[in-house]
C-alpha cells in the first residue's frame, strides 16, 4: 500500500534524475522570465512546454527540486517502501539537499520555483500511453503545511520512477551556475554515461536539443567555454571539420554501475567533485547566481551569511511576510545540522 505522505527529509543520499529529463528540452536555460513556449520535435518525439500566466517557464534551477523528490523517491523504492505521489518535507533539509543557503531569501525563491513548476504545463508524446499526448504541470500542486511544505507530483514524472527510469548524477552538478552548462551536463551524462569511448554531437544539433532561444553562433560559443572549463565526471573537446563543430565527451575515469539499476549496489564516486557527502555541494548558492548566464559553469559569487532563525519554524511561510526576519547570531549560526 502506498504512503500517502512520504515524509522525505534525508540529505545524505544519491543524486538522482529522470533520464527523460536529461535530453530533451524541458525547462528555460536561463534565469530570466521565459514567456515563449518551448516546442521541439524529432520524429516521434514532441514536447511543448508554456508557462501559465506571468510567472515563465520553470527553470533548470526549478528542476533542482524534481532532482530531489526523485532522489529520495528512489531512496525509498531502494529501501523496500512504497511511496506515494505526495511527499512531505521541512524546507531545510531540502535546501540543504540542493547546497542552497537557508536565508530568508532562499526561502522565497524556493517558494518561487514551486509556484512555476506547478504552473508550467507540458505536452509530449514520450511515455504518453494509448491516448499519444501525455498533459501535466511538473508539480499537480504545492502548500506549506506545520511542518514544511506538501508536493504532489504528476503521474508522468511519478511513473517514470517507479519504472526505474534514473541515472545518478554528480553531486557537483548544483554547484554549475550557467543553465547550458547544467543542461549539457545532463545531456552528457544520459548519453555518455556508460560509454567507455564517450561520444559525440554536432553543435548544430545541441542547439535545437536545448531549446535556448538565443542564435546558434552565440550558443556554440557558450558551448566553447563550457568545454574549456569541464564539466563534473567529463572531459570535453571540440572537433572541427566536415563543416561542422562537434562536441566530443568522455569519463573522467571508468565508472561502474551509474545508473540504478541495480538499486542495492552501493553508489559510486561520479567525476571529480570530491564532495564529503552526496547531494551536499560545496557552493551553497548555486540556486541564486546573478547575472543570468546560459554558460557560466562556475560559482562567480561570494557566499553570503546565514540568516537562521528558529529552524523549527515554517520558513516558506515567513517568506511571504514584509518584515525582516532576525538573525541568528548565536555560536554556530548557519551550520547544518550534523
Known amino acids: ?152 507530483l504528476p503521474d508522468w514524472l511519478f511513473t517514470a520512477v517507479h519504472d526505474r527510469q534514473v541515472l545518478t548524477l ?39 536539443r536545448s531549446g535556448s532561444p538565443v542564435r546558434p553562433a552565440e550558443f556554440a560559443r557558450h558551448i566553447r567555454r563550457i568545454a574549456a572549463s569541464g564539466l563534473p565526471g567529463y572531459r570535453l573537446s571540440i572537433e572541427r571539420g566536415g563543416g561542422e563543430e562537434r562536441l566530443l565527451f568522455s569519463r573522467a575515469r571508468p565508472l561502474a554501475n551509474l545508473s540504478t539499476a541495480p538499486c542495492e549496489q552501493p553508489v559510486n564516486d561520479v567525476g571529480t567533485s570530491k564532495l564529503s557527502k552526496n547531494g551536499i555541494s560545496l557552493y551553497r548558492l548555486a540556486g541564486e547566481r546573478h547575472p543570468d548566464s546560459e554558460s557560466n559553469p562556475c560559482p562567480a559569487s561570494p557566499i553570503r551569511s546565514y540568516n537562521l532563525y528558529n529552524l523549527n519554524n515554517n520558513r516558506l511561510l515567513a517568506a511571504d511576510s514584509t518584515n525582516p526576519l532576525p538573525v541568528d547570531k548565536s555560536p554556530g549560526a548557519g551550520r547544518a545540522p550534523r
Open 170 to 208: 554528480d553531486p557537483g552538478y548544483f554547484a554549475l551556475t550557467g543553465g547550458v552548462a547544467r543542461w549539457l551536463y545532463r545531456l552528457v551524462r544520459k548519453m555518455g554515461g556508460r560509454q567507455r569511448g564517450g561520444g559525440a554531437i554536432g553543435l548544430h544539433r545541441l542547439h535545437a
Open 1 to 152: 500500500m502506498d504512503d500517502p505522505r512520504f515524509s522525505a527529509r534525508r540529505a545524505d543520499i544519491a543524486v538522482r534524475d529522470v533520464a527523460d529529463l536529461m535530453v530533451w528540452p524541458w525547462f528555460s536555460l536561463a534565469k530570466s522570465p521565459r514567456r515563449a513556449p518551448i516546442v521541439f520535435e524529432q520524429g516521434a518525439v514532441r514536447i511543448r512546454v508554456e508557462p501559465a500566466g506571468d510567472l515563465g517557464i520553470a527553470t533548470l534551477w526549478d528542476a533542482d527540486v524534481l532532482v530531489w523528490a526523485v532522489s529520495q523517491l528512489t531512496e525509498a523504492l531502494d529501501a523496500g517502501r512504497t511511496p506515494g505521489r505526495h511527499l512531505e518535507t521541512p524546507a531545510y533539509p531540502l535546501l540543504r539537499f540542493l547546497g542552497r543557503g537557508v536565508g530568508r531569501h532562499d526561502y522565497v525563491l524556493l517558494r518561487a520555483a514551486f509556484d512555476r513548476l506547478a504552473a508550467t504545463r507540458v505536452e509530449t508524446t514520450l511515455r504518453a500511453g494509448p491516448q499519444g499526448l501525455a498533459r501535466f504541470c511538473w508539480l499537480e500542486g504545492w502548500e506549506p503545511t506545520a511542518a514544511g511544505v506538501r508536493l504532489t
